[in-house]
C-alpha cells in the first residue's frame, strides 16, 4: 500500500513535467503557413517568370541592366514593371549585385535597403568598371555580359535567361557561385491597394495588415565545386548544413532566418532562434571555399537542396560538387554579394571587409564569467566573489540579471536589494574584476518611469499600424520598444549610459542586451507584429532580423562615449545580424542541461564564427535544468575553449557555481577555468586575428586543413586558431573516444605532451581531467602559468612558450599584446611578434610596423620557459643573444600546476624580454 | 580586515613604475631567500643545500629557493613569490594572526596580509594595518569567550537533563513492552474463548434451526408449499448476511481507492485527468480554468484567474493550448510565465502552490500516512516475528489491526499521540495484576461447555475482549511511538534530546519560519503553510540539521532547508534566507554548540594572539 501510494504520484508528476518543458512549436508558423514561403517553394522553373537582361551599360563604374520579362506579354499579363539591376565589383573578389524596382515609375513605396551594415570603407574598394565586354557563351544564343573581378575571375551577366554568376578563368572559366542559374528568380512588386484587394493575413490571434501586399523575393543561388555549405546562424543543428529537400532527401522546413525568442529550443531542428546573418559559405575538395551575402533584414526561409536535386522535377541531371540553394525574403531588395574565396580564410577576410572586423574585446571579457538569473542582493554578490578567492578560482566578471532592477525599468536599481551599487561594484573592481548589468529594449509603459516619459514624449517608439506607439507584453508588463532604427534614437539611447544618466554605474561596470530580437510576449510569434511601423514609413517586417542589431549597436557606441572614446566597449547580446562583430559579444541563449545541448554548441558557435562573430559561446552548464556534475564539468572542460566564456542558469535551477559539487570536481571545474587563464595571451592573439583578417578565434577543421576531406563535416573538434584541436566528450560516463588528427604533421596531447601521428583517427581512453587537446607541431603559442584572482592582476606576469616541433624540427607562432583595453592600439601601441624556431634557435621577431616607434605599448613582461615539445636532443644549456648569456635547459612539468605532469623539455628562465629581438640557441 | 585598493589605480601606479625600473626589474625576487615560510617550516628549509620538493616530486638548491621559477609542482620552492600556481605564503601579521595564502596573491597589486609583506615588487605600498585589525579580532573573540563560557553551562545541565529523561524513556518503553506481551497473552486466551464461544452459539443457532425445521417439517407436511417458503427465507437470510460482509469490505477498497486518488494528485498538483476526483480543488480548478475562457474581456485579472491560467501552461498539453481566446495581457503573461514558472508576483504563486498542497494534506496523507507509518513500524518490529505465532495468526492479526484502525477512526485517540491515559498513566504494575486476575475469574465463571450457553458469559467475554484488546492496541501505539522516538539521533551526547516535540519560530516580514527538529521545517504566511522539508538528518558533524522533500516548487526542486546552529545562550532563530530558489538556509544559535572543546580553542587562539602582540608593530 504504501509504495502504491508514492510511485503513483511520481508517475503523474514526470508526465506532467515533460509536458510543461517543451518547446511551444505550434507558436511559430512553418513554411506552409507562411504565404510567401509556401509560394516560392513550390514554383519550378517552368512556372516562374523567364527573365532577360537588357539595356547593358557602365555607369558611375558599376554595370547596369533592365530585367524585363521575356515575352512581352507576360510583363502586361503580370502587370509588372521592369527591374533595375545594378552590378560592382570590389578588391579581393567581392561582386554586389543589387536588384530593385525602378524608382523612376514611382513605385507605391520605396522598398527598404538596409542601413548601417556595409561599412564605409568598403565603399572606398570599389572597382570602378570601366569597360564590358561581350561574349556569347558556349549553347547560348544572346551574348553575355562579362566584367573583371581579380586575377583570375570574372563577373558574368548572363542576358538570356538571365543568371549572374562569377568564374574562375585559371580553371577553364568554371562558375563559382551563381545566382538564377535554375530560372527560380521571382520578384513580385509593390501594388497600390485597389478595391476588394484583402491581402491581410492571420496567424493564431494575430493580423497582419499588409497594407502593401505580397512583396518578396526568391532566387536560387548555386555553390560549384562544393561538397557542403555552412552558415546562416542562427540555428540549432549540425555544422554541414543538412538538405531540406531533394531526391532521397526526407523534407524538412526550410532553414529560417527569423530572429525569435524560443522558450526550450530544441537541440537539432533548422529552426529560426535569435539572430539572423544571411552568409553562406561553401567548401569542396575540389574548388575550395565561396560565399554568398544576401543584405535583407526581412524574414528569410533557405532550403539547402541535396544533391541531384532539380529545379524542374527533382531529377539529377547535372554534375556533382555542387550545391544548390533557395533563398527566400517576405520583403526587402536583392542585395547580394558573390565572394570568390578561395580558402575558407578568404572568404571570411571577404565577407568581413563588406561587414566589418570583429572588434578588438577587452581583455577581460576574454576570460571567464559567472552569471545567474540572479545574484540577488549585494551580499549574494559578495558571497559569491568571496567564494571565487576562497577557492583559488579565478573569474573576471559578475551578471546581475533582471532582478537586480527596480521594477524591471532598467538603469535602475531595487534599492532594497541593492542599495549601494557602486560601493558594490568599487569593492568587485578592487579584485581587478568587473560586472554587468542586464539592459533590454523593452521599456516598461510607467508614467512615472523617466525614459518612458521622455520616449513618449519624443516618439522614440516603435508604432503600431495605426500610429500609436506600440504597446506589448515583456518582463515589466506593457512595454514599449524603441525606434533603435534611427540614427538619432540610437544616439539618444547610447547618453543615457553615461555615469550621470545610469545613476549606480560605475566604470568597472557593463552592458547585456537580452531580448532584443525583440521578444514580445504577446506579439505574433512571440515578437513583434509585422506591419508595425519605424521611421520613414518601414514596415517592421522589413527590419525585423536588424531589430537588435540597431539595439546592440546603439548600446555598444554609448559605451564608446561613456568611456570619452577611450575604453573599449563590452556588450554581450542574444539577437544578431550581419555586422554584429563590430559591436560586442553573442551568446546562444536559452539552451538546457543536457547532453545534446552540449554537443551542439560547437557547431553553433563555429557557424556563428563563420558568419564573422567571432566572439561567442554558449551557457556554460545549460540555461534550462539541472547539470549532473559530470555534464558541468564537462561544459566548463569545453567552455573553457569558447571564445565568450560564461556560466549562466535560470532562476528556478540549483545553485551551481564552481565549488558545489564535491572537492573533486571542485578541482577539475578550477583546472578548466585555469587552462583558460592559461591559454589568454594565445586567445587576445587570436582576438587581434579576427580583428585583422576576420578569421575566427574558433574554427572547424576544414578552415586549418582545407583539402582534408574527413574534416568536411565534423562538428564534434574544432580549432583554436591554427594550433589547439579540442574534441568535446559528449556523453556520460565516457571511456573512451575517437579523435581525428588531420594534416601530415603530428600532434602533442596538451596535457601530457605525448605525440600522436596525423592522417589518423585515433581511439584514446577519456579521463576525467580533461577533454582531448592537442597541440599541431609546427606552433608556437604563448601561456601565462600563474592564475591570479582575475585576469587584471596577470598583465605583468611572465610567459611561457609552448613550442611544437614539426618534422624537421621548425615552428612558427605569434604573440599580441596591447593594455587589452583602450583604443590606443589603433595608433600602434601595441606589442606584435613572431616566435621562429628553425635549425637549433629560437628567434623572436618584431611584426608591428616600424612607425608604431614612438606609440608603442610599454610592457616589462619576460618569458619565464620555454617547452620545447618534439625537440631530438638532450641538451643541457641554451645560449641568450645578444645578451650573451648561458641559461638551463632541464626535464621540467608541462603543467606547473597540476600533480603528476610529465616532465618535458624546458627552458628555465631565459627571462628574455617580450618586446625585444633576441635569438635562444640550443646548446 | 584588508585595504583594498582600486584595480585602475594599480594599473597606473605599475605602468608609471615600468619605466622606473627598465631595463631589468627583478623585484619579483623577495631580498630574504627564506622569504614567505611559516615558522614550523624553517628547519625544514634551513637544514640542507638542496631542498626535496614536500610532495616528493624532486629537489632543488638553495640558490633555486624564491628566485621565481617554480620548481616543485606543490610550490615548495616558492613560498615567496607567485612563481607556482600551488603555493602558499605565510604571512607574520605580528599583531595580528597569521595567514597563509595561495601564492597567486603574491605581488598582485592587492594588499591581503594586513602586514603588507604579500606585495613587496614595489607596484603597491600596503600599509601595516594588523595592529588595529587585530584589536578588532581580540575584543570579538573575547565576547565570543564570553557566551561560550555560559553556554558550556547551559550545554552541560541540557546533557544531563537529556541523560535522566532518555533513562526514563527506555525504562517506560522497557516496561511497556512487557506488559504489551503480557497483555497479548490475555487478548490472545479472551479470543480463543470468545470464538470458542462463537463456535458454540454457531452450533446452537444451527442446531436451533434445524430443531425449529425439523418442528416446522412435521407441521407442515399438512401443507407443503408454506414449509418451501419458510426454506426460501432462511436462504435469502444468509445470503443477506454474506452480502453485509461483501459490502463492508468493498467499503473498505473504496477509502483506499481514495485516497490512492488524493496522494496521486498531491504529486500532480494541476493534471486535467484528476477530473471527476473527490477532490474540491479539482473542481475549482476547472471552474476556473472555464471561467478563464468565458471571460474573455475581462482584464483585470482575479487571484483564481491567475491560478486557471497557470494551470493552462502546466497541463502542458501542446497541440490544444489555446491562447486564441486571451486578452493581450494574458497572453503576455502566458508567455513570460514559461520563463519564470509564475504570473504577477512571484510571491502570490508559491502561496497558492503551498496553500494548494497544505489542502491536500489535510485531506489525504496526514491521518492516513501516518498511520501506515504506525503499522509498518510495527509489522517490522522484530518482537511480532518471535512470537512464533504461525502464518494464519498473523494473517488474522492484520485484518484484526484493520477492524481495529477503523472503529478507532472517528476516534481522536490517532490523531496526535494516543491517549493512554487509562492504560499507562497509572504508572502501577497492579493494574495488569488485576486485570490478569479478573480474565482469570471471568475463565473460571464461564464454563464453556455447559448447552446451551450462559449469555451473560458470553456477553462478558466479549466485552472484556473488546475492551483489552483496545487497550492493546493503545499500549501497541505508545510502544511505537516510543520506539520512534528513541531511534532518533540525539546527537553524539544527547545534547539535542531536548529539540524533540519542540518548534523554534522566526517571523521575517511576512512569513514565520517555523524549525520542528525531528519533524519538519515550514512558512507560514496567513493561513497558508507551505512546507520547507522533513526531517532528515544532522549534517557536518552536527552543525547543521538537514530537512528535504518539502513541498515542490513549481518547475523547481522540492523544497528543503538547512538549520545551521551555533553557539548560542538561547534556542533563537536569528536568519532565514533562499539563497537558491526552493532552497532555504536557517540560522539556529543554540546552548547545544556550545562545546567544550570549542571554548578551550578559542581560549587558546586568545592567548597565542596576546603573546603575539608585538612591542614595535611599525616593523614592516
Known sequence: ?923 | MMKLRMGTGVIVISTALLFLCLPFCSSSVPNDPFFGIAPQDEKYYKSSDVIRCKDGSGKFTRAQLNDDFCDCPDGTDEPGTSACPGGKFYCHNAGHVPTSLFSSRVNDGICDCCDGTDEYDGKVTCSNTCWEAGKVARDKLKKKIATYQDGVKLRKDEIEKAKSALDKDKAELLKLKKEESTLKEIVQQLKEHKEEIEKEEEKERLRKEKEEKEKKEAEEKANEEKSAATGEEARHTNEAGKHSDAKDYAAGETKYEQSDVGDSYDGATDSPSSEGSLLNEVEESVKGAEGEHAAKSETDLRVEEKKSSEEIINTGNDASENTEGLSKEELGQLVASRWTGQKGGKQSGEAEDAKKTEEQEDLTSESNNEEYEGYASETDDDSNRYDGEDETEDDFREEERDDVSSSYKPDTDFEGEPDLSDVVATDNPSWLTKIQRTVRKLFKAVNFFETPLNQTDAARVRKEYDELSSKLSKLQSRVSSLTQKLKHDFGPESEFYSFYDRCFESKQNKYTYKVCPYDQASQEEGYSTTRLGRWDKFEDSYKVMAFSNGDRCWNGPDRSMKVRMRCGLKNEITDVDEPSRCEYVALLSTPALCKEEKLKELQHKLDSLNSQQPEKHDEL
Open chain 1, 1 to 923: 500500500m504504501k509504495n502504491k501510494t508514492q510511485t503513483l504520484p511520481l508517475l503523474f508528476f514526470l508526465l506532467f513535467f515533460n509536458h510543461v518543458h517543451s518547446w511551444k512549436k505550434e507558436e511559430f508558423r512553418t513554411c506552409h503557413q507562411t504565404p510567401f514561403c509556401k509560394r516560392a517553394r513550390s514554383r519550378t522553373s517552368s512556372t516562374s517568370t523567364p527573365l532577360i537582361a537588357t539595356d547593358v551599360t557602365i555607369s558611375d563604374g558599376n554595370l547596369i541592366a533592365k530585367l524585363v520579362a521575356k515575352s512581352k506579354q507576360e510583363e502586361t499579363q503580370q502587370n509588372t514593371n521592369p527591374l533595375l539591376l545594378s552590378l560592382s565589383v570590389y578588391q579581393n573578389g567581392v561582386v554586389r549585385v543589387t536588384i530593385d524596382e525602378d524608382h523612376s515609375l514611382n513605385p507605391p513605396k520605396s522598398r527598404f535597403h538596409v542601413p548601417d551594415v556595409v561599412v564605409s570603407e568598403f565603399q572606398s574598394t570599389k572597382l570602378w568598371l570601366q569597360r564590358v565586354t561581350q561574349e556569347t557563351l558556349d549553347g547560348d544564343d544572346s551574348p553575355s555580359s562579362v566584367v573583371y573581378v581579380s586575377d583570375g575571375f570574372d563577373a558574368v551577366l548572363r542576358h538570356d535567361p538571365f543568371e549572374v554568376f562569377v568564374r574562375d578563368k585559371s580553371n577553364g572559366n568554371t562558375r563559382v557561385v551563381s545566382m538564377n542559374s535554375h530560372g527560380l528568380f521571382d520578384f513580385e512588386q509593390l501594388k497600390v491597394k485597389g478595391e476588394g484587394d484583402d491581402w491581410g493575413e492571420s496567424f493564431r490571434s494575430h493580423h497582419d495588415k499588409r497594407p502593401y501586399g505580397p512583396q518578396s523575393i526568391s532566387f536560387d543561388v548555386t555553390f560549384h565545386g562544393a561538397d557542403f555549405v555552412y552558415g546562416i546562424p542562427e540555428h540549432a543543428t549540425s555544422l554541414a548544413l543538412k538538405p531540406t529537400k531533394g531526391p532521397g532527401v526526407e523534407e524538412s522546413e526550410p532553414y529560417r532566418l527569423f530572429n525569435l525568442d524560443v522558450f526550450e529550443y530544441i537541440h537539432d531542428s533548422p529552426f529560426g532562434l535569435y539572430g539572423s546573418v544571411p552568409f553562406m559559405l561553401s567548401h569542396g575538395k575540389q574548388r575550395g571555399s565561396s560565399g554568398f551575402f544576401w543584405l535583407n533584414a526581412a524574414e528569410m526561409q533557405i532550403d539547402v537542396l541535396g544533391s541531384g536535386w532539380d529545379a524542374e522535377n527533382g531529377i539529377s541531371k547535372l554534375p556533382k560538387n555542387r550545391v544548390d540553394t533557395l533563398w527566400m525574403s517576405e520583403a526587402g531588395v536583392v542585395d547580394a554579394f558573390f565572394f570568390v574565396g578561395p580558402t575558407p580564410k578568404d572568404v571570411l577576410k571577404q565577407y568581413t571587409s563588406v561587414t566589418g572586423m570583429p572588434a578588438m574585446p577587452q581583455l577581460f571579457s576574454t576570460a571567464y564569467h559567472q552569471c545567474r538569473w540572479n545574484y540577488r542582493d549585494e551580499e549574494d554578490v559578495e558571497h559569491v566573489d568571496s567564494k571565487f578567492d576562497e577557492f583559488d578560482i579565478p573569474y573576471d566578471v559578475l551578471w546581475l540579471d533582471i532582478e537586480h532592477t527596480d521594477g524591471k525599468k532598467y538603469f535602475t536599481w531595487d534599492n532594497v536589494l541593492f542599495p549601494n551599487p557602486e560601493e558594490m561594484q568599487r569593492k568587485i573592481a578592487a579584485k581587478g574584476r568587473h560586472m554587468v548589468t542586464i539592459v533590454d529594449p523593452h521599456i516598461k509603459r510607467d508614467n512615472s518611469f523617466p525614459l518612458h516619459k521622455e520616449a513618449t514624449e519624443k516618439g522614440y517608439y516603435v508604432k503600431d499600424s495605426s500610429g500609436n506607439d506600440y504597446d506589448g507584453w515583456c518582463w515589466p508588463g506593457s512595454s514599449s520598444y524603441l525606434d533603435m532604427l534611427s540614427p538619432e534614437i540610437r544616439s539618444w539611447w547610447g547618453d543615457k549610459f553615461s555615469y550621470q544618466n545610469y545613476v549606480g554605474s560605475t566604470p568597472s561596470l557593463y552592458i547585456w542586451n537580452d531580448m532584443n530580437e525583440p521578444s514580445v510576449f504577446n506579439g505574433p510569434e512571440v515578437t513583434m507584429p509585422r506591419d508595425a511601423l519605424h521611421i520613414g514609413g518601414v514596415e517592421h517586417r522589413e527590419v525585423h532580423n536588424a531589430y537588435g542589431y540597431y539595439f546592440h549597436m546603439a548600446t555598444s557606441e554609448g559605451l564608446v562615449k561613456r568611456g570619452d572614446g577611450k575604453d573599449r566597449p563590452f556588450v554581450l547580446s542574444r539577437a544578431l545580424f550581419a555586422g554584429t562583430q563590430r559591436y560586442g559579444a553573442i551568446w546562444t541563449g536559452d539552451n538546457t542541461a543536457e547532453w545534446d545541448h552540449l554537443r551542439v554548441s560547437v557547431p553553433m558557435v563555429l557557424t556563428l564564427g563563420l558568419a564573422g562573430v567571432s566572439f561567442s559561446g554558449a551557457d556554460v552548464g545549460g540555461f534550462f535544468g539541472n547539470p549532473e556534475p559530470e555534464l558541468l564539468v564537462r561544459w566548463y572542460q569545453l567552455g573553457a575553449f569558447y571564445p565568450f566564456f560564461r556560466a549562466h542558469a535560470h532562476h528556478d535551477t540549483k545553485r551551481r557555481e564552481p565549488w558545489l559539487f564535491g572537492e573533486r570536481n571542485t578541482e577539475l571545474i578550477r583546472d578548466a577555468i585555469h587552462v583558460r587563464y592559461a591559454l589568454l595571451p594565445y586567445y587576445y592573439t587570436l582576438f587581434r586575428e579576427a580583428n585583422t583578417t576576420g578569421v575566427p578565434v574558433m574554427r572547424p577543421l576544414w578552415m586549418e586543413f582545407p583539402s582534408e576531406e574527413a574534416t568536411f563535416s565534423n562538428d564534434e573538434a574544432f580549432m583554436i586558431g591554427n594550433s589547439l584541436l579540442v574534441q568535446g566528450i559528449y556523453t556520460e560516463r565516457a571511456k573512451q573516444t575517437s579523435v581525428y588528427l588531420p594534416g601530415k604533421e603530428s600532434w602533442y596531447d596538451f596535457r601530457t605532451g605525448n605525440v600522436y601521428k596525423g592522417e589518423a583517427t585515433h581511439k584514446l581512453a577519456v579521463t576525467e581531467e580533461s577533454i582531448p587537446v592537442f597541440m599541431r607541431a609546427g606552433t608556437i603559442i604563448t601561456r601565462k602559468d600563474r592564475f591570479r584572482r582575475s585576469s587584471t592582476q596577470m598583465t605583468n606576469d611572465p610567459y611561457t612558450l609552448v613550442i611544437a616541433l614539426n618534422s624537421s624540427q621548425a615552428a612558427e607562432g605569434e604573440l599580441y599584446i596591447d593594455d587589452g583595453s583602450s583604443f590606443n592600439f589603433l595608433q600602434g601601441a601595441y606589442i606584435h611578434r613572431r616566435f621562429i624556431f628553425k635549425d637549433g634557435k629560437l628567434t623572436s621577431l618584431d611584426l608591428a610596423p616600424a612607425s608604431n616607434g614612438n606609440a608603442r605599448y610599454p610592457v616589462n613582461t619576460v618569458i619565464e620557459r620555454i617547452i620545447l615539445l618534439g625537440h631530438a636532443s638532450g641538451s643541457k644549456n641554451a645560449l641568450v643573444e645578444p645578451s650573451n648569456q648561458k641559461v638551463d635547459v632541464e626535464l621540467a612539468p608541462f603543467w606547473v600546476q597540476r600533480k603528476n605532469s610529465p616532465a618535458v623539455m624546458t627552458i628555465r628562465k631565459p627571462n628574455v624580454r617580450v618586446t625585444d629581438d633576441w635569438t635562444i640557441k640550443i646548446l
